[in-house]
């Protein structure tokens, strides 16, 4: 049955504005505002539901339901038409409720009378709010214009709700930005971090949301688009000859800034009664909304720059800028969706932590956190949604969890965890300079990873015995252009200069797969961790190593070098690599520079295909280092950056170890020094176990020493074997839990 109403949704704003202006409670205005809506609208039922929890919604007002089933009536996301709605954040419209595909009866309310259904996702910029639902006893389809007029006033009072307007009692009406919350994400730096949060995007707040002369708001919505325009003008120009990826982002933001259907939308929400700033944020909503359902990754990036856009459109118009004039905190936590390397550098040590929307376990932010020994959550969907600047928060990297706004039970705990991290870290100062001597009589070097001149410090106070992995390529990920060969010797210069005589050994740029340069054309691969990488581009791009090369001896100025290439995969590769180094060599002598005092040139063993190279490759390199977190992916044939297979695999599964085993008893019979990089290597239990197999050499962060000293000074190596190697003989897959068992009981 069709019916012939058109929604005048200018004059049901107009009227939702004056709901707004009076002095009433929150309840007093919804229940007005469902009054309104079916008065307008002309229908028998209007009715909000709110989410009480991440999974229950709340009756929490009605007009022509039961007022007896106002928060009474709850049902779980997905259960029912309202909790499907709920879920998918999709409008359903239909002449026949009770038939259709997931209806719930639920009697108390007395719905049973009506048949027309149509519910619309409250939400704001991804995050759901809630239910809007409208209902009549004529079986009949709203029209578009009436599904469109309901989605405006959706949208409304969601940054009602987001302004505190609804504020009444229980948990579906409580006030928002001031309850504590739970953020699960992922680990991507260990560690613990409190303070109070620092949003790197400060949020904009839209307070006019009802345009009261839609000419004027249309005149706004013009200029600053205008504005706008000209800005990515601006950065495209200046753009133009530097990083290809940017300029493909200005690019799209270019084609948004001129999209007419964009512009469309935003014109048709004024003429409807929106503001400016209404109008783009229900567009941002759209997109934000779209963006968790799209899987294709190029389409997911586009919505991103639409996201993007829309913001600094917002920004525009309230001339709410990133300066907010608000102070950083004394120990801020960072909020983002994610962020560059560069501009995490720019923070530096002033932060205490880290937490992200998005990022990943390898991204080049993650690497500068690790450099710089931040906790990092990657993962934490919502947050920048939720957190306020100023609020409190709690970083545990260890659990990849953050608790904003906690309360004084978990402060507590957290505090007593800090505390007990803080006394744990006294013990190990207090064998800062001792050996890391097992019981059993044997001496391990425990190296720290660094990346960074801001990590050389940590070399005097972690007690390492040098730097076993310095990585070279985060002075070529924070540049938009290659960086100059006197640069780059200057900073390795600082940086032997700062080892003070301990070895330092420079990896040569590993780049490809998770770190790609900003400058360089990106390759499009399906599986870029088995791409394009590492050795295989700086062999592809001798011009780009033998510049590295020659940087090193230069900033060697006589002193011993030490140089390892990584992800070699076959000998050949090795000996290309020695080929350009005597190339580069030989061109400093002829120049007449100092070359280093001797000369270590090794490779990282990263492919299963390595340990299995002839003997002579094993004669011919001065040392091997086991680079750990690749290793194992490919071992295991596990993306790392794959949460849902990454944990799966154990480190001290037999399988693994038995590998890494062969591998020590190759280097010991062709006396080649060999050590054991990688995350496993800074994990007490785990680098308990790699010394009790043979490795005699371990590289970690600088945080991880202490801990990994501590436990190797109180063990048995030789016991410690003998456990691992019973635990193979009978056959467990991993030899963890038997390993805990006895370290519980001799420790």
Known sequence: MSHDFQTDSRQMLGRLRAVMAEDAAGQARLDQITRLIAEEMRIEVCSIYLFRDEETLELCATEGLNPSAVHETRMKLGEGLVGRVARTGQVINTDDAPGTRGFRFMPETGEEAYSSFMGVPIQRLGEKLGVLVVQSKDARTFSDEEVYAVEVVAMVLAEMAELGAFIGEGAAMKARHQHPVLFRGTTAQEGAARGHVWLHEPRVVVTNLIAEDPARELERLNEAVEELRVGVDRMLTSARFGDKDQLEVLEAYRMFANSKGWMRRMEQDINRGLSAEAAVEKEQSTARARLGQVADAYLRDRLHDLDDLSNRLLRILTGQGNETGADMPADPILIARNIGPAELLDYGRSLKGIVLEEGAVGSHATIVARALAIPLVIHAKNITTEALNGDPILVDGDQGIAHLRPDDTVFAAFRDKMAMQAK???????????????????????????????DLPSLEGSGADGVGLFRTELQFLVRSKMPQRAELSELYSRVMDAAKGRQVVFRTLDIGSDKVLPYMKPTDEPNPALGWRAIRVGLDKPGVMRMQLQALIRGAKGRPLAIMFPFVAQR????????????????????????????????????????????????????????????????????????????????????????????????????????????????????????????????????????????????????????????????????????????????
């Not at 994990?683 to 010394?691: D, N, S, T, W, Y």
């Open 424 to 454: 744990a870290q006294e013990r190990y100062a207090s064998i800062r300079d001792k050996p890391a001597k097992t019981l059993c009589g044997r001496t391990l070097s425990l190296t720290m990873n660094a990346g960074l001149m801001a």
């Open 572 to 747: 050949e590769e090795f000996d290309a690599g020695r080929a350009e180094m005597d190339k580069a060599m030989e061109r400093e002598r002829i120049l007449g520079h100092p070359l280093p005092e001797t000369l270590k040139l090794g490779a990282m063993l990263e492919t299963p295909s390595l340990a299995y190279a002839p003997d002579q490759f094993y004669r011919s390199v001065d040392f091997l280092s086991i680079g750990g977190n690749d290793l194992k992916q490919f071992f295991f044939a596990a993306d790392r950056e794959n949460e849902r297979v990454r944990r799966r695999y154990d480190t001290l599964n037999v399988s693994f170890l038995t590998f890494l085993q062969n591998i020590v008893e190759r280097c010991m019979a062709t006396n080649t020094p060999l050590s054991f990089c990688g995350e496993d290597a800074g994990r007490p239990v785990e680098a308990a176990c790699l010394a009790a197999i043979g490795l005699r050499s371990l590289s970690m962060r600088p945080a991880s020493i202490g801990p990994v000293k501590s436990i190797l000074r109180r063990t048995n190596l030789d016991e410690l074997r003998s456990v691992i190697d019973e635990a193979g003989r009978r056959g467990d897959q991993s030899v963890r839990p038997a390993v805990m068992d006895y370290l519980r009981e001799k420790l």
